[in-house]
Each structure stands twice: as C-alpha cells, then as structure tokens.
C-alpha cells in the first residue's frame, strides 16, 4: 500500500447523476493531485492543491469540481458528465519543500463509467 | 509546454533477457525524470528517478540512463522476471519539481517464462 487511499474503486454513473470521489492520504504530505488517465493516452494532470490551496486547474472543464478540505483529503465533485470522461482516475500526494516536490504516490485510482 | 514521447508502446521479452524503454522530451529546462511502474488495479509506483547532474542511476536490476544534449533517457531492466511485468511511464519536469510531471503513454512490458 502507499498510503493514499481512493473511494469508491469503481463507478457507474448517468450523465445526470452527480457524484463524488474521495482521496485520502496517510503520509502527512501537503500537496495533492488529481489525475485521469486514459487508456492508450498520457496521464493526464488536472488540479492540484498545496496547503489546501489549488495552484494548477489545468484547462479542466468546469463539470470536474475538486475540493480540498484539510491536507489529507481531496474530493472530486462530478455532474453532467459526459461518455469521454470514462476513465481511471487517479489520486496522489506528495511533500513539498519550496519550489522541489519529491516522489508523487498514487493511490490506486477510481474506474469511472458515464454512461 | 512540455512534450514526452516514449517508445515502444508494448515491449516483450524473454524471462531473464534485458528491457530497454526509451523516452524524448521537448523542453530544455526539464531536470527531473522519474519512472513509474503500474500494476494492474493499482495507481502508479515510482521505481527509480534521475536529475539532470547525473547520467546514470543504478539501483539492483533497474538503472536510468539521461543524455541531456539529445534529450532523451531510457529505463534498463536487466535480469527481467515475471513480476515485472507492468505498464511503465516515464515523465519529466522542469525545475526539479515532481509537481508538474509530463508523462509518456506508457509501455506494456510483457515478461514471458
């Protein structure tokens, strides 16, 4: 284990349904990530969060809505998605030290299904 | 912005023989290079990383390899087993920081017995 945890493993959900996804790490790092990965794709970074604060949205539409509430947990907040947004989402944590960041860990994603 | 290219997208070899995994970035300033090894079901792993005041990291069967002026670098498993068989990324960013990492797609290793 790596001491970042996602909820639920697995989601199916309508394209009207609004749903949420929960990461929590256990490492005492002070940032945190959002990422989507594809398949046949790069991983894809959308949001990330240090101290609780975002300093990178990175072009992400507006029907993704993350959240942070404390350094050891970050929530992803879905509505309206749509069929391509289908993928693995991946959560992760790191210790910042100034401008360095040191290892990324990843929790072990969430399988997203819009149908 | 920063661009990864990594080749081969599926890699197979035999039980004991060596892997090489190559990558090209675009961005002279990028300084930090991890790699990292998925397993299925589960989230990414680092498995080795390389600054760019070095050429080569070993660490047991893994070693990394940076060549700065022709931008790229490339992931050696020697000795290869079944249980390293996996989806490895590399990635680069600039700055020394692992917060804004540009990933590769990924290479599907397969390690026949």
């Known amino acids: 284990e790596t001491g970042v945890t996602q909820t639920p493993r697995h989601l199916v959900m309508g394209m009207t349904n609004k749903k949420s996804l929960k990461c929590e790490q256990h490492?005492?790092?002070?940032?945190m990530y959002w990422y989507k990965q594809s398949a046949k794709k790069p991983l894809e970074l959308m949001f990330v969060?240090?101290?609780?604060?975002?300093?990178e949205n990175n072009s992400v539409p507006s029907r993704f809505s993350p959240e942070c509430p404390n350094s050891s947990h970050l929530f992803l907040h879905l509505h309206t998605l749509q069929p391509e947004d289908s993928a693995l989402y991946l959560c992760?944590?790191?210790?910042?030290?100034?401008?360095?960041?040191?290892?990324?860990?990843f929790g072990p994603g969430t399988r997203l299904t819009v149908l | 912005g920063e661009n990864v290219e990594q080749h081969p997208s599926t890699l197979s070899v035999q039980e004991g023989d060596s892997a090489v995994i190559k990558c090209t970035y675009s961005?002279?300033?990028?300084?930090?290079f991890p790699w990292y090894k998925q397993e299925l079901g589960k989230g990414p792993q680092l498995i080795i990383d390389?600054?760019?005041?070095?050429g080569e990291k070993k660490d047991q069967r893994i070693a990394v390899t940076l060549n700065k002026t022709a931008k790229h670098f490339s992931l050696h498993i020697t000795e290869t087993q079944p249980e390293d068989s996996a989806v490895y990324f590399c990635?680069?960013?600039?700055?020394?920081?692992?917060?804004?990492?540009?990933f590769g797609s990924g290479t599907q290793l397969t390690v026949l017995p």
């Open positions: 992760a944590s790191s210790q910042d030290r100034g401008t360095s960041s040191y290892e990324q860990f």
């Open positions: 490492l005492g790092h002070n940032a």
């Open positions: 969060y240090n101290f609780k604060e975002q300093t």
């Open positions: 961005d002279s300033a990028s300084n930090y």
């Open positions: 390389i600054r760019s005041n070095v």
């Open positions: 990635a680069a960013s600039v700055g020394g920081s692992a917060r804004q990492l540009t």
